[in-house]
Every structure is written in C-alpha cells, then in structure tokens.
C-alpha cells in the first residue's frame, strides 16, 4: 500500500510570488510515479504534474515544478509568479499498480 | 473530444435509499475507477474496472458495488445509504495499459444523505 501526506491544510501567496506545497510519501515499490492535482471550486481535478520515480530530473511544466527527493521521500510543487487563477485546493498523490493514492489536500489562496 | 462526464450533477436520498450514478469515460479511455471525497478531504479510492470487472478495490463495504458496460461507461450503486456516504463521488478515466499515465476525472456527483 502507499500513503500520501500532505502537511499543510492551507497555505497564501501574494499574486506573482512564489510558493512550495508539501508532500510526502510512503511506498515499498520501486517503480511509481507521483501527480500533483488542482480542484479548483468547480470540483474537477486538473493533472498539474506527473513525475516517474525513476527519473531523476524533476518535472516541469510551465511555471510548476517538483522538487522530487527520492531518499527522502518528498515530492514537493513549486508555483512560480502565481496567479489569482492559481487558487484551489492541491492535491498530492501516487500511482502504483493502477491505483491512485491522494493525500489530504492543501488549501491555496492567491493575495491580489 | 468529450471529456468525462457524470451524472447527476447532484443528488439528494434519504437513510435507507440506494443511489445509482453514472460515468462516461473520456474517449479513447477503457478503464474506470471511482473515488469518494468527503468534504476538506482528499479522493479516496472505491474500485476500478475494466473490461467489465472489477480490478482493484479500496476498503469500501460491499454496500458500494459497481458496474461497467461494453461501451466502457460505468456506474456506482450505493445500497442502505448512511450519513455517512454524503460526499462527492468523482469518476476518473484511464487507459489500461497506460502505467503512471495519469487518470481524468470528471465534475463529480455530490450526494447528500438527510
């Protein structure tokens, strides 16, 4: 089984700062991968990011990054210059064996 | 290119009832798992089927059963429904053999047990 933690229920940035989003998890495979999702109000959940453990080069897209520490089992997400349409809840969660395993969700208010 | 769509948007049952809902995967996709995500929580996983059985289950009691069609639709029944089992239940698409590839979900369908 794999859990997925997410320590910080709520966290605020000023509109184009930067901002970390932790997670951490537990697994005893050795092939998985990790996602970062965003439900914004409307419900749905929207792929941010997806890494493979086996890659070493932490995953990029746009103005979102992960700094994805193996060893240590953390795999956290980076905004960059955030934007008011950046508010959502964030959703940490890995992949193993076709399953899917979210944590508990971080809370993200954007400051105009 | 139709994403995934569930149905109803939203619901209202009683103790006792049962509950149907309804997802349609996103095109092209073959695999469908449910999740139930209480309100400030996180999804957590129900089941998952494909070719029409189900693959993979969470530890949901066996009041929560699934069903899915040739066409790869699936739904949710809910029987004897609880307080409890007010949540939203979201849909979430895949292909089978698509490993890491990540899952689509849909709006949801919020159910609210009085």
């Known amino acids: 089984a794999q859990t997925v933690t997410q320590s910080q229920p709520e966290m605020s940035v000023q509109e184009a700062e930067t901002v970390t989003l932790s997670c951490t998890y537990d697994?005893?495979?050795?092939?998985?991968?990790l996602f970062w999702y965003k439900q914004p109000p409307s419900r749905q959940m929207i792929l941010v990011i997806r890494?493979?453990?086996?890659?070493?080069q932490n995953a990029t897209e746009n103005r979102f990054s992960v700094n994805f520490q193996k060893a240590a089992k953390s795999f956290s997400l980076k905004i960059s210059d955030s934007q008011l349409g950046d508010a959502a809840m964030y959703f940490c969660a890995g992949y193993n064996f076709n399953k899917f395993y979210f944590g508990s969700g971080t809370k993200l208010n954007v400051k105009p | 290119d139709a994403g995934v769509t569930q149905s109803p948007t939203h619901l209202i049952k009683t103790r006792g009832q049962q509950v149907t809902l309804r997802c349609s995967p996103k095109s092209g996709h073959d695999t469908v798992s449910w999740y139930q995500q209480a309100l400030g929580q996180g999804p957590q996983f129900i089941f998952q089927y494909y070719e029409e059985e189900e693959r993979q289950r969470g530890n949901f009691p066996d009041r929560f059963s699934g069903h899915q069609f040739p066409n790869y639709s699936s739904e949710l029944n809910v029987n004897a429904l609880l307080l409890g089992d007010s949540a939203l239940y979201l849909c979430?698409?895949?292909?089978?053999?698509?490993?890491?590839?990540?899952?689509?979900f849909g709006d949801g369908t919020r159910l609210s047990i009085l």
């Open positions: 697994t005893s495979e050795s092939d998985y991968y």
């Open positions: 979430a698409s895949s292909f089978w053999k698509g490993v890491g590839q990540p899952q689509h």
């Open positions: 890494q493979e453990a086996y890659k070493q």
